[in-house]
DNA sequence: CAGCCGACTGGAAACCTTTCCAGTCCGGAA
DNA sequence: TTCCGGACTGGAAAGGTTTCCAGTCGGCTG
C-alpha cells in the first residue's frame, strides 16, 4: 500500500475585509423591552405580560404590545432573562469522548430531544482524563446549566463525585453507577443479558475458554459485563473465564490479545467489550493469521456501521445508543419539571453470526 | 444469523427519593458580590476590580477581599457578567448529524480547542434539514453566542444564507461554501488533490469509465469532488466520468450503485463520496457478489476505524477531521481576538490499496 | 347606594455584575 | 506652602428582564 500525499496546508487570503454595514434600523441590536414599551405607550411590567403569555391581559393591550414588537422587530434578550429567572433552558453534556460513535449517537438522541423541549446542549469532552469530568462539572455548572447529562470517564473519582454533589443540579448518568446516595437518575443499559446470551451461545458450541477483552474497570459497562460473564459460567464447571479489563483503546484490545494468545491456555472465544478495542483484537489476529472462527471465535459489543461486511460476519452485541440518548432526556426533562429521581435500564440484543463456531478440538 | 431478544425495558423504583440537605452555609447559592463586598468592608466596585484582575489595586485590598471570596465561597455569576459583559464565552456549532464520525471528530478538535481559550460549545444538529440549519442559527443567535461554527446540511438555503447575515457573528465554515459577499472565514479540505491522485492511480491502472458516488449536490465537498474528477479526465480522452450526486446516505450509496450497474455501461471503478455511501456501495456489491478488485476498483473517502480490516483493504482519500476541527476554532477564536477573515485550506491524502485494480478485459 | 371583587395596568425592586465618574489622600515639584 | 497628579476607593448607573405590590375602574351584590 503506498501512500502519495497531495494537496498544500495554507491559510489564504481573506475573502472580504470589510465589515457588512449596520443591519436596518429594525434589528434587534439595541432593542430593549423599554425601547417597545415606550413604542406601545404602555409601561414595562405590561410587555412582559403580554410576551410570556400571562392571563391579565387585554386584547387591547396584547395588540398594541405585538404591534410594537412587529415594528421595532424586538427579540428578547435571553442572557436576563436566564440571569432574572434563574434558569438557563441548557443541559451539560459532559463525554469522555464525542469522537466515539457510541456516544456521538447519545448525543444526537439526546439533543434532538431536548431541543424540542426548547433546551441547548453545552458539550464538553473530559478525553478519558477523569479529572477533566470533574472540572467541566464545574466550568458547566458554573455557566449555570439547569442539568447534566454525565457519561462520565471514571465513576470512582472522587473529585468527580463531589463536584455532582456540589452542584446541587439534576442529574442523569448514562450507562454510570456513582457511589453516592445522592439521588441520581440514570439511563443503564442491560449488559448482563447481553453478555449472557452470547455466553450461553458460546457455551453451547461446545467453548471452555471464554475471554472477555474489556475497557476501564471504571466504568458500569465494564463491570456489568465482567460479572455476567462470571455469573454466566457458574452453572457451567467445565469452562473458564478469563478476564481482561483495561481501557477502551485499541491499543489494550491488542496488547491484550496478544497476551492471551501468547499464554499458556489461549482463549477459545474472545469477547471484545467495544468497537476500539474489537480494532486492536482484530489488528493483532490478523497479524497472527489467526483464522475467525476456525481458530477462534469472536464477539463484539456496540457494533459500528462498517462491521456488517467484516467477514465472517460479526456476533454482535448491540443496543441503541439514540435512543438511550432520547431515554437520558426525557428523565432529565422530567427531573426538570419536578419529578421524581428515576433509572430506566434499556435492553441488549445479541445476535449470533458465523464468527462464531464450535472451537477448535484441543490439540 | 438468528437474532435472540433479550433484555426488558422498564423504568425502575427511583434510587432515593429524599434531596440531599442544603449544602454547608459556605455554598455559593445565594453568595452575591455584595455579600462579599460587606464582609470584607469594602466597596462591590473593589470586589469586582480585585476579582477582574484591574490594575489599580492595592495589596492590602486584595488581600482582604480575597480573604472575603474564601470565607463566603463566592463564585461569581456568570449569567451576570454575560449580561453585563455582552459576551458569553460560548461558540454555537451547527452541524448536519454529529452522529456522524466525521463530523464528531471535528466537534471534538473543536471543543477541546475552545475550551483551552474559556469557550464553551453549544450544540445543535440540524439532522440534515435546511430549514434546521436556519432555525438553530437563529436559535443560537438568540442565546447570545459570539460565534458560530457551521457544517451546514445545505449551503445554497436561502434561509440559511439570511439567518447568517442576520446574526452578524464571528462565522467560521466547515467545508462549505456560502454564496454571500459578507466576508466569512472558512477551514476547507483540498479534496480536489484527492480526487486528482485517485483519478491518476485508477487512469494508470487503465479504468476507462469512472464512477463518484458523491453526496448531497449542496454542499462544497459534493462540489469539488465532482469538478475535480471531470477536471482530472480532460486530458484523458478516453477515460469517462460519470456522476451520481444524491444525499451522505447508506440508501444513496446502494441505489446509485444498482443504478449504474444495471446500466448499459457499468464503470470499471467506483468512488464512494462518504462512509455511509461506502456503506450502500459495498452492501450492493455484496448482494451481487461482484469481487472486489477483480470485477470492479474501489476508492472511499473519509474512512471509519474498522475499514482497514475490509478484504481487500480499501483505497482511501484521506483528511484530519480532529484537525479540522481544531482549526476552525483557532480561526474563530482569531476572529474573535479581531482578527480578518481567513480560509484555511487542510489536505488531503490519497493511499492507494488492493481495492484498485486493473480493469477487467472488455467482454 | 355602599362595598367589594375581579380585571387590568403601572411603578419599582430585584437579579448580579461591570464600569464610569468623582472623590480622598499623599508625595513630590515649584 | 501650594498645587498637581497618581494611586486607590466608593457610589451609582447600566445592562434587560420578571414579578411583586399597589392602584384604578367597572360591575355586581347586598
Redesign the pocket.
Known amino acids: 500500500m503506498s501512500t502519495e500525499s497531495s494537496g498544500q496546508r495554507n491559510t489564504a487570503a481573506p475573502r472580504s475585509r470589510t465589515r457588512p454595514a449596520r443591519k436596518s434600523a429594525a434589528a434587534s ?9 415606550e413604542r ?13 403569555g ?9 395588540a ?1 404590545v405585538m404591534a410594537a414588537v412587529e415594528e421595532l422587530g ?8 436566564m ?4 434558569a438557563t433552558r441548557t443541559v451539560g453534556f459532559v463525554v469522555g469522548d464525542i469522537s466515539n460513535p457510541l456516544l456521538s449517537q447519545i448525543a444526537l438522541g439526546a439533543e434532538t430531544t431536548l431541543r424540542a423541549s426548547d433546551y441547548a446542549l453545552l458539550l464538553a469532552n473530559s478525553v478519558n482524563d477523569p479529572r477533566l469530568d470533574a472540572e467541566n462539572i464545574q466550568l458547566l455548572h458554573q455557566r449555570r446549566v439547569d442539568g447534566f447529562l454525565l457519561s462520565l470517564s471514571d465513576e470512582t473519582s472522587e473529585q468527580t463525585a463531589e463536584a455532582v454533589a456540589r452542584t446541587d443540579t439534576p442529574t442523569i448518568l448514562i450507562d454510570r453507577d456513582l457511589p453516592t446516595r445522592a439521588p441520581t437518575s440514570a439511563v443503564l443499559s442491560d449488559h448482563r443479558a447481553g453478555i449472557t446470551r452470547a455466553v450461553e451461545h458460546l457455551v453451547g458450541l461446545g467453548h471452555e475458554r471464554i475471554t472477555l477483552i474489556a475497557g476501564s474497570p471504571h466504568v458500569r459497562p465494564t463491570r456489568e459485563r465482567i460479572d455476567a460473564l462470571e455469573e454466566a459460567l457458574e452453572d457451567s464447571p467445565g469452562v473458564v473465564a478469563q478476564v481482561r479489563p483495561g481501557a477502551f483503546t485499541e491499543a489494550h484490545g491488542r496488547a491484550a490479545t496478544r497476551d492471551l494468545l501468547d499464554g499458556r491456555r489461549p482463549p477459545t472465544a474472545i469477547i471484545a467489550g467495544g468497537n476500539q478495542i474489537l480494532v486492536g483484537v482484530l489488528a493483532e489476529l490478523a497479524a497472527r493469521e489467526i483464522r475467525i472462527p476456525h481458530d477462534l471465535s469472536l464477539v463484539t459489543c456496540d457494533d459500528v456501521p462498517l462491521a456488517q461486511f467484516f467477514t465472517p460476519a460479526l456476533a454482535t452485541i448491540r443496543r441503541d445508543p439514540y435512543e438511550m440518548g432520547a431515554t437520558a432526556a426525557r428523565l432529565l426533562l422530567a427531573r426538570l419539571g419536578g419529578a421524581a429521581d428515576e433509572v430506566a435500564t434499556l435492553p441488549t440484543q445479541f445476535s449470533a453470526a458465523s464468527s462464531c463456531a464450535p472451537p477448535r478440538p484441543r490439540q
Do not use: C, I, W
Not at 83 to 86: A, H, I, K, T
Open positions: 441590536a439595541g432593542t430593549g423591552m423599554s425601547q417597545v414599551a406601545a405607550g404602555v409601561a414595562m411590567s405590561s410587555v412582559s405580560r403580554v410576551l410570556s400571562h392571563a391579565d391581559v387585554s386584547e387591547a393591550m396584547r398594541r424586538y427579540q428578547p434578550n435571553m442572557l436576563a432573562q440571569l432574572r429567572r434563574g
